[in-house]
């Protein structure tokens, strides 16, 4: 018979430079038995002292658990679950997220860890403390791996570990199926400080079909997607407005538009529901290609302010190599009809592939110049590639004599935002943060005194003509601008 004492939960988000909600914690903490399981969530974001707040809750815990993404959060993440370790000798710690996704047995190379999870974890980890809080064996639990001679369930978490055990993978859960996402078990209100804005976070569905040969997706999800009805999303979200009244929702969805008529229904709960909050959403080229002027128009109608489209590249020949299964008279379809129906949108780029030719390069900065022009709503942020683990391109380049990262300390200094790989020379280095610097004056909104620098940008842009950069010299001595468009 279990035991039916209930257990203390601590769930841990490191820090990091952005704050959307800890919607990972918020899903696996709401799929558990509130009955039996206390859940606190604790975010290094939110906590002048993460390590001292997480002690604190970790006392008498059953278990700690880390959500962990690939790159700097891994750094916070290492001390934390060391403290924890050290304080604690016999607390499990458990990893879930993207990097232990992507390296499962890797990471619990890590003496601190001695559980990780894979791909959607709330069935997993429901599954892994019911475990944990019978004293038994973690063996067969699927979407886990653990470290074989360090638990007792984990053998009190003390003994080194002579290696992981991986079980079987776990297939993606039906969301419907799951319970919503408690937002009490996090400040809200402090997360809308923080942001500036009263916008919330929320997640609609999971998974992507597509097979972007630069992205880790397929290879955690399999190219499946599983997503919420239209009508728990309305009532869901209806709810959490009541509650908290927020006047913008963020779908993080990876692809929020991925059937038509599952939009029109969301976007038709909305207006039956009177919500009067805007949101924002991912979409691919060829999904909003496919979507005609009504669909726009309703969701315009229903608060649609802005919508996310990857284009990667300005050169089809590029788009075909990564597979990303999208044409270029797609993208600015979607840009002319989000003109239209005076939507926002956020075009991503990426330059710098290995062996991607000047013509490319040129190629990308032509079409960012072409949709900046179009609306001043709209933005073009421009990246440079960097081998993300579990994707095709990474495959390829490090049976090219590329080197990734061995240890998490090593993946903690992994920068796959502002950083170029080793393939993209200083002067197309240069040529491309000059360019991002006069496109992002050049097509901005106009301001009395912007006008003179925005006359000058155009001007460059124009030209093409990005040598001597005094003006870029001068402003970012003035005042450092990030570097994200």
């Not at 969805?253 to 009177?274: C, M, N, Q, S, Y």
């Not at 600015?332 to 780029?349: M, S, T």
């Not at 990474?394 to 170029?420: C, H, K, M």
Request: proline share 7%; charged share 25%; hydrophobic share 40%.
């Amino acid at each position: 018979m279990l035991d039916m004492k209930r257990h203390k939960i601590v769930l841990y988000n490191p820090q990091a430079v952005f704050y959307t909600m800890p919607l990972a914690l918020l899903a696996v903490g709401s799929a558990l038995d509130p009955r039996r399981y206390e859940v606190r969530i604790v975010d290094g974001r939110l906590e002048r002292d993460p390590v001292k707040a997480v002690l604190a809750e970790a006392d008498g815990a059953l278990c700690l658990g880390v959500t962990v993404l690939t790159g700097a959060p891994i750094r916070d993440a290492l001390r934390v679950s060391r403290a924890a370790k050290a304080r604690y000798p016999h607390l499990p710690v458990v990893w879930g997220g993207w990097h232990p996704s992507l390296f499962p047995l890797e990471t619990l190379e890590e003496p601190a860890v001695d559980v990780t999870v894979q791909g959607h974890g709330e069935v997993t980890f429901a599954e892994l403390v019911e475990r944990l809080a019978a004293g038994a064996s973690l063996e067969g639990v699927a979407g886990c791996a653990y470290a074989e001679r360090r638990c007792d369930a984990l053998r009190k978490c003390v003994a080194p570990s002579s290696g992981g055990v991986l079980n079987p993978p776990r297939p993606l859960t039906d969301m419907n199926a799951l319970p919503p996402a408690n937002y009490a078990l996090i400040p809200v209100e402090r997360y809308f400080r923080r942001k500036k804005q009263r916008q919330l976070d929320y997640v609609s569905s999971t998974g992507c079909h597509y097979r972007c040969a630069f992205c880790a997706d397929p290879f955690v999800y399999k190219r499946r997607w599983v997503a919420l009805a239209p009508e728990r999303v309305g009532e869901e979200v209806e709810h959490l407005w009541r509650r908290y009244r927020f006047e913008d929702l963020a779908f993080q969805d990876e692809t929020f538009f991925t059937h038509r008529k599952r939009v029109v229904a969301i976007a038709e709960e909305f207006l039956r529901r009177g919500l009067t909050f805007t949101w924002t959403a991912t979409m691919r080229a060829d999904q909003g290609a496919r979507l005609p002027d009504e669909v726009f128009a309703l969701c315009a109608r229903a608060g649609l302010r802005q919508v996310i489209i990857g284009v990667e590249s300005g050169s089809q020949e590029m788009l075909n190599w990564m597979t990303k299964d999208i044409t270029l008279e797609q993208v600015l379809d979607c840009a002319e009809k989000c003109v239209r129906h005076n939507l926002g949108a956020i075009f991503p780029f990426i330059v710098g592939f290995p062996g991607e030719s000047e013509e490319s390069v040129w190629a990308t900065l032509e079409m960012v110049k072409r949709l900046r022009a179009m609306s001043p709503r709209f933005e073009t942020p421009i990246f440079y590639y960097k081998p993300y683990p579990g994707s095709r391109i990474t495959e390829e380049v490090v049976r090219n004599g590329y080197r990734l990262p061995q240890t998490l300390e090593e993946w903690a200094e992994f920068d796959f935002i502002g950083s170029a790989g080793p393939w993209v020379s200083r002067e197309k280095y240069e040529l491309v943060e000059r360019f991002k610097f006069y496109n992002r004056f050049a097509w901005g909104p106009e301001r009395w005194w912007r006008r003179p620098l925005q006359v000058i940008a155009r001007w460059r842009c124009g030209r093409n003509f990005y040598r001597a950069p005094v003006e870029k010299v001068i402003v970012e001595r003035l005042k450092p601008l990030p570097k994200l468009s």
